[in-house]
C-alpha cells in the first residue's frame, strides 16, 4: 500500500468519529466538515511521520482541535459571547433537546469547550487532554470545572421537562480534583 | 451533572447527522497541495540547516540512508536530499552549497543510501501499487538507471560494507530484497518477521539485522517485535529474536557486537549480542523511544524519547541507563558528530536541533531550523 493509499483508508475510517469531534466543537456541520477537510490535509503533510506512530487518530483530534482554536482565534471578534441561552418567548414550543445542548455549549469559551468535547466525547484522560491543548494538567482540570459549572447553570433550568438523557442529572460537583475523577 | 449524564447529552446534540461528503479524497487533494507549497517553502530552509550542522561521515550517512535524508558520497563531495512530495532527489555539491538539478524517482521516494565506494545511489520508492522500487542513480552523472522492482511498500535500505549488496525492507510483504549491485538485479526476497522497518549490517558485512515492527497495536497481548538476522552469504534468515513491542529502529555498536533496538510501546531499549544473538534484559527508557544513535567509540547510545522529551544516555558496557537530559518537545532524530563530543537531536515540534555535550551529557543552546526537522546528516 502507498502512503497515499494508506493515508485515504486512514481518513476514512477516522473522518465520520472526527467529524462529530469538530461538529462538538463548533456546532454547524458544515463546518464541521471544513475543519475535518482542512485537519486531515494537514495530518497527510506529516504523513510519512504519523504512521511510524499507532497513535494516528490521536495526532488527527489535536491537529483538528488546534485548527479550530486557531480559527476560532481569528473569528473572536466578529462573535458576541454571551453567558446566558437567548431568551424565547413563554408559549412557543419547547426547542429540541439537541439545540438545548448545543446553544449551552456555544456559551463556553472555545479552550473550556474543547475540554469538555476532548473528556467527555473523544473519552481522553486529563493527562492526554493536556498533551493536545498543550497545557498542565491542572488547568484542564480547572478548565473543565469552569466549564462543567457554567454548563450545569446554563442547562439547569433548560433541561426540565426533558428527562434524563441516560442518567439524572446529579448535583456531584466536579472539583478537578483525581480523586473525584 | 457527572460524565455519564454529559456524554448522554452530547450524543443527543449529534443526532440529525448528515451523509459524509468524500472528505478522504478532497483532504488527500488538499493535503498534496499543502505539502508541495511546504517543500518548496522548505528549500531555503534546509540550506541553512546543513551549513549549520552538516558535519557528517559517510558511516553514518549510510545509517541515515534509512530514512529519507541527505546522505554524502565519500569525501563529502556530494548531498542527496530526497523529496517525498515531489518524487525528486535533489544532489546537492557541498563545497558550495548548491543543488544540482532534481533527479526524477520513482513515486514516493523514502530512503536512500549510497555505495561505500560513491558510485551509486540507491532510493526507495514506495510505489503507487502492490510494489515498490529502487532508483540507482550514478553519482558521476547523476542520472537515474532502470527502477528495481522490489516488494509491498519499501522503506528502508542497507547496503553491506563491500558494497556487494543491497538490502530493501518491504514493509506490507514481511521480506527483505537483496539487490546484486553489480547488476542491479533483485534477488530472491528473504521472508523476515511481520513489518520490517529498519536494517543494520555488522561492520564485517556478515550479518544483517532487521527490526520488524510486528503486528500489533500499542501494548495488545502478542504485538511483540521481532529481530531477523540474515547471513549475508547466502541471504538465509536466522530465528527471529524477540523484543519489546513496537519497535521501529535499531542500531549496531561499531564493534558490531551488540544490536540495540527501541520498543517504542514498552518503553524500553532490547539490546542484543550478536555473538549468540540473544536478547539481553530490556533497558528502561523515557516513554516512546523513537530513535537511538551509538557514539563512535561505542561506549553510549543516546535514546530519543519522544513521549517524555528527553534523551536517555546508555553505559554500553553495563547496559545502564543514565539521567535523562531534558530536550524539546518530540524529539525525532539523533546524530553524533564523528569526533563524539556532540550529539546533535531534530526537535520536531519547536522547531530546533538541541547540541548535548557528550563530556557532560548537558544539552546546549537549542538551534533555530525550519519546520519538521526529520534527520541530521553530519559531514566527514
Known amino acids: ?181 | 451533572m457527572d460524565e455519564t449524564s454529559l456524554r448522554g447529552l452530547l450524543d443527543i446534540a449529534l443526532s440529525r447527522e448528515p451523509p459524509l461528503g468524500p472528505v478522504a479524497r478532497n483532504s488527500l487533494r488538499a493535503g498534496i497541495k499543502r505539502r508541495r507549497r511546504r517543500r518548496a517553502q522548505g528549500v531555503a530552509g534546509s540550506a541553512a540547516v546543513v551549513a549549520a550542522i552538516a558535519v557528517a561521515i559517510p558511516a553514518i550517512a549510510a545509517a541515515l540512508g534509512q530514512h529519507a535524508g541527505a546522505p554524502q558520497t565519500p569525501g563529502g563531495r556530494a548531498a542527496y536530499v530526497v523529496n517525498g512530495g515531489t518524487d525528486t532527489v535533489t544532489p546537492i555539491t557541498t563545497a558550495t552549497n548548491t543543488p544540482g538539478k532534481p533527479i526524477k524517482v520513482g513515486n514516493y521516494p523514502a530512503a536512500i543510501a549510497i555505495t561505500p565506494d560513491g558510485k551509486t545511489a540507491y532510493v526507495v520508492n514506495d510505489g503507487s501499487g502492490s510494489f515498490g522500487t529502487v532508483t540507482p542513480i550514478t553519482t558521476a552523472t547523476n542520472a537515474p538507471g532502470k527502477p528495481i522492482r522490489v516488494g509491498n511498500f519499501p522503506d528502508a535500505i542497507a547496503i553491506t560494507p563491500d558494497g556487494r549488496t543491497a538490502y530493501v525492507a518491504n514493509i506490507n510483504s514481511n521480506t527483505v530484497t537483496p539487490i546484486a549491485t553489480a547488476t542491479n538485479t533483485p534477488g530472491r526476497p528473504i521472508k523476515v518477521g511481520v513489518r520490517p522497518r529498519m536494517i543494520v549490517i555488522t561492520p564485517d558485512g556478515k550479518t544483517a539485522y532487521v527490526v520488524n515492527q510486528g503486528a500489533g497495536i500499542g501494548n495488545q497481548a502478542g504485538s511483540f517485535g521481532t529481530v531477523t538476522p540474515i547471513a549475508t552469504a547466502t541471504n538465509t534468515p536466522g530465528r527471529p529474536i524477540k523484543v519489546g513491542n513496537g519497535p521501529l529502529v535499531i542500531a549496531i555498536t561499531p564493534d558490531g557486537k551488540t544490536v540495540y533496538v527501541p520498543n517504542s510501546s514498552t518503553d524500553t531499549v532490547t539490546p542484543i549480542a550478536t555473538a549468540t544473538n540473544t536478547p539481553g534484559k530490556p533497558i528502561k527508557v523515557g516513554r516512546i523511544p523513537w530513535a537511538i544513535a551509538i557514539t563512535p567509540d561505542g561506549k553510549t547510545a543516546y535514546v530519543a524519547n519522544s513521549g517524555t522529551d528527553t534523551v536517555t544516555p546508555i553505559a554500553t558496557a553495563t547496559n545502564t541507563p543514565g539521567k535523562p537530559i531534558k530536550v524539546g518537545p518530540e524529539p525525532q532524530y539523533i546524530a553524533i558528530t564523528p569526533d563524539g563530543k556532540t550529539v546533535y537531536v531534530a526537535i520536531f515540534k519547536s522547531p530546533t536541533v538541541t547540541p548535548i555535550a557528550t563530556a557532560t551529557n548537558t544539552p546546549g543552546k537549542p538551534i533555530k531550523v525550519g519546520k519538521d526537522p526529520y534527520v541530521i546528516a553530519i559531514t566527514p
Open chain 1, 1 to 181: 500500500m502507498t502512503a497515499a493509499e494508506e493515508f485515504i483508508e486512514f481518513a476514512e475510517v477516522t473522518s465520520p468519529r472526527l467529524r462529530r469531534t469538530a461538529f462538538l466543537l463548533c456546532g454547524d456541520w458544515h463546518t464541521a466538515e471544513d475543519l475535518v477537510q482542512t485537519t486531515l490535509a494537514k495530518v497527510f503533510v506529516s504523513w510519512r511521520k504519523i504512521r511510524r506512530q499507532d497513535a494516528a487518530h490521536a495526532y488527527a483530534a489535536r491537529t483538528l482541535v488546534n485548527t479550530y482554536l486557531a480559527d476560532k482565534r481569528l473569528k473572536r471578534v466578529a462573535e458576541v459571547l454571551t453567558g446566558r441561552l437567548p431568551e424565547r418567548p413563554v408559549e412557543s414550543p419547547p426547542p429540541e433537546l439537541r439545540i438545548v445542548v448545543l446553544e449551552a455549549l456555544a456559551t463556553l469559551p472555545p479552550r473550556g469547550r474543547a475540554v469538555v468535547v476532548l473528556r467527555y466525547w473523544e473519552d481522553m484522560s486529563v493527562e492526554q487532554v493536556a498533551a493536545v491543548l498543550g497545557c498542565s494538567q491542572g488547568n484542564v482540570k480547572s478548565q473543565s470545572a469552569r466549564a462543567l459549572d457554567k454548563l450545569r447553570a446554563v442547562l439547569g433550568d433548560a433541561l426540565d421537562g426533558y428527562g434524563p438523557p441516560g442518567r439524572p442529572l446529579e448535583a456531584r460537583h466536579e472539583t478537578g480534583d483525581t480523586q473525584h475523577g
